[in-house]
């Protein structure tokens, strides 16, 4: 009896009270009397004064034996969550489980420290001490006045901020706390300095640069990768990178710096840029295909024929015109397409025409056949202009140069380049000596063609310049339009545009026809319609003057306009020709003109009534009547 009630006093200091039947009631928490629900424990629990188990232990009332787990054995789960989360976070100064923190093997005490990295650093006890050196051995005093000698390893660094310092700013606070970390990288086993993720050695640096590739070993390659090898040269090469084997050494001038800024975002539109500081043209060529230069009355091959008048350009009551009915000659020489042709000023007794082989040819009318190949030009030609007697024309091409040749001789007299693509050239009605370029810069340059010089710029474009024209008395004022969908007026020396022609709705007009009245301009919008703008002060778009029918969407077709201002023609991109009544605006005619491409160009001649002439990227030039 004496144990049965030592062991029930017992039980009941430990929280645990036994009702008749083997039934459990925890009184350690008060909100909770009576626990209904059970769980089954572990068969072996070996260790009675265990108090952080989970497991609530049967005991014998007879026999104090805990040996033995009850089917019935109720569970406190608030008393476990506490016991659980006491033992997983460790032991704190206070509570009964002092004893029971979550350790690893040879820990004392758990104190979590971090590194730059993030982990987890347990120090001993004693870290920190700063009352002996590292090496050296401190001294610990026990409860019971004896010193104990323990030998420090390491000693974590006297730490600035015990001491008492000034307030300091946020931004001095940090400062401070960067001089007193340190690097991040403490340890010479570090990955990050000595790892494989390191930066590579003096070492490694000078073998990576010493190494020889295969290719300059002796090694054959494969064709497929020398072709390769030789596509991405040719890429560079025409994007304007060079190495410094073939570059030149001119890799670096400011003048190719300044190309690759200005066409930044249409290099891949535009040809090859030029190479070096000074680059040079190829020489020019020429080649005489007729009879002879000068006939026995000692004319040359370039005079008008006996009987010929010329005819003022904007005469419109000189003769009467009407629309052509077929084809009656055809002229083929040029290896690729025909971009533009032009007729000898005043007579139109000579044909000049473009090639996109990057040739200029002027052919014969009369004979119908090519009197002269000029050759000077590495890349297609894009447009090409007669001064206003015919003795010289200038050419404009895709190589970036413009040249200025002789009609009869075929000698070149200037060439002249501002390292950007010339789309239209125009000579100044009043100077012979001076021709207008617009270029894909967004600018119009005007060059002396004596000195070679530019003698003025109209910089107000926001894209490449297509078109130029000059308007009032003769050319006291000069119309151009661009890409950017713009129509500006110009006086002309004046870098200053003095009228913009601008609206919401307009599409870019890259072709620009003065009307033999000189009163309007007949433009080709690229949204398959032909405007009209009154060429005088107003520049007013004449709304009921409206021709449409054709496709000329992404083609700058040229426009055509009857010496009498009756009839206007035009070519679309399918290779057709169509014909319009300038008063009514009304469709006249069409025919099919080319093939293989767009039917580009088209010229009415000045004397002849019913005479006009097209060319197309078929590489023919077709005469009808």
């Not at 000898?344 to 990057?358: I, K, N, Q, V």
């Not at 040739?359 to 030009?377: D, F, L, P």
Request: hydrophobic letters at 30%; glycine letters at 8%.
């Amino acid at each position: 009896m004496g144990m049965s009630s030592t062991q029930d006093q017992s039980t009941t200091s430990h929280g645990i009270s036994s009702k008749g039947g083997g039934a459990l009631i925890l009184t350690n928490n008060p909100s909770k009397a009576v626990l209904h629900s059970s769980v089954q424990g572990p068969a072996l629990l070996s260790d009675p004064n265990d108090t952080t188990t989970s497991f609530i232990r049967a005991i014998d009332p007879k026999t104090g034996s805990t040996s033995k787990i009850e089917a019935n054995a109720a569970i406190d789960e608030y008393s476990f969550a506490k016991n659980r989360n006491a033992f997983q976070k460790g032991a704190t100064t206070g509570t009964a489980y002092t004893e029971e923190a979550a350790l690893a093997p040879g820990e004392v005490v758990r104190e979590i420290q971090r590194n730059d990295y993030g982990y987890e650093r347990r120090f001993p006890p004693n870290y920190g001490d700063t009352s002996a050196k590292e090496g050296e051995e401190g001294e610990e005093t026990n409860n019971n006045g004896t010193t104990n000698t323990t030998s420090l390893v390491r000693k974590r660094p006297h730490s600035p901020a015990s001491e008492p310092q000034p307030k300091l700013s946020r931004r001095a606070r940090l400062k401070q706390q960067l001089q007193t970390e340190g690097p991040l990288v403490h340890d010479e086993d570090d990955d990050i300095t000595y790892g494989i993720w390191g930066p590579p050695s003096a070492t490694e640096r000078q073998l990576q640069n010493e190494s020889i590739p295969a290719v300059h070993t002796g090694v054959e390659l494969h064709p497929r990768i020398q072709a390769e090898r030789a596509r991405l040269a040719e890429r560079d090469r025409q994007r304007g990178i060079y190495n410094e084997e073939g570059g030149g050494g001119d890799v670096d001038n400011e003048k190719q710096k300044f190309d690759r800024l200005v066409e930044r975002k249409m290099s891949h539109l535009l040809p090859p840029r030029l190479e070096g500081e000074n680059p040079n043209a190829m020489e020019p060529e020429t080649t005489f295909h007729g009879a002879e230069e000068v006939d026995y009355r000692g004319r040359s091959w370039i005079v008008p024929p006996s009987g010929v008048k010329g005819v003022d350009l904007h005469d419109v009551d000189d003769h009467a015109c009407f629309v052509p009915k077929k084809c009656v000659a055809r002229f083929t020489g040029h290896d690729k397409g025909v971009h533009r042709i032009r007729l000898f000023p005043r007579t139109g007794h000579l044909l000049l025409s473009a090639g996109l082989d990057g040739t200029c040819k002027v052919w014969s009318v009369a004979e119908r056949k090519c009197m002269r190949t000029y050759v000077g030009h590495t890349a297609a030609v894009r447009d090409v202009q007669f001064n206003n007697d015919g003795s010289k024309f200038v050419s404009a091409s895709f190589d970036r140069y413009l040249r200025l040749w002789d009609t009869e001789s075929g000698k070149v007299l200037g060439t002249y380049t501002n390292r950007r693509v010339p789309y239209v050239v125009k000579f100044y009605p009043h100077d012979d000596n001076t021709f207008v370029v617009g270029c894909s810069d967004n600018k119009i340059v005007a060059y002396d063609s004596n000195t070679g010089e530019i003698t003025q710029e109209y910089d107000h474009h926001l894209a490449p310049v297509n078109t130029i024209n000059f308007v009032e008395d003769n050319g006291t004022k000069m119309v151009t339009s661009s890409d950017d969908k713009k129509v500006l007026v110009w006086e002309w020396d004046i870098g200053v545009p003095i009228k913009y022609i601008s609206d919401p709705t307009m599409h870019s007009m890259p072709v620009i026809t003065m009307h033999p009245s000189e009163r309007y301009l007949v433009c080709q919008s690229l949204d398959n319609k032909i405007l009209v703008y009154q060429a005088g002060d107003r520049f007013a778009l004449q709304r009921k003057k409206k021709m449409e029918g054709h496709n000329t969407a992404g083609y700058a077709c040229d426009i055509a306009i009857s010496p009498d201002g009756r009839f206007v023609c035009s070519g679309d991109s399918d290779g057709k020709l169509f014909f319009w009544d300038f008063k009514r605006t009304r469709m006249l005619q069409k025919y099919h003109a080319h093939d293989k491409g767009p039917c580009i160009g088209a010229v009415w001649h000045p004397v002849e009534a019913s005479t006009m002439f097209t060319c197309g990227w078929d590489g023919v030039i077709k005469m009808w009547q």
